[in-house]
């Protein structure tokens, strides 16, 4: 790979399925994350899926056994 900006060719498969890994991963630490920052400020599942572009349910079943909502319980307690 040249630098960050330049994306990979698919000439060379090792060096682009590595980069798709590892935006892949990126991708899922910063969608934890959010979902996370969203939970803590007190958004609903549906708010979060449409986000996402998912439905209400997709989000739930994939992020609620992932997100602390032990913040999200103390403020609304």
Known sequence: MADLY???SPDDPAEALAAVLSLRR???RLELASVQSAIDQGWTWSQIAGALGVTRQAAHKRYAHRVDRS???EATA
Do not use: K, M, N
């Open 6 to 8: 330049t994306p990979p």
């Open 26 to 28: 990126l991708a899922d």
């Open 71 to 73: 913040l999200h319980r």
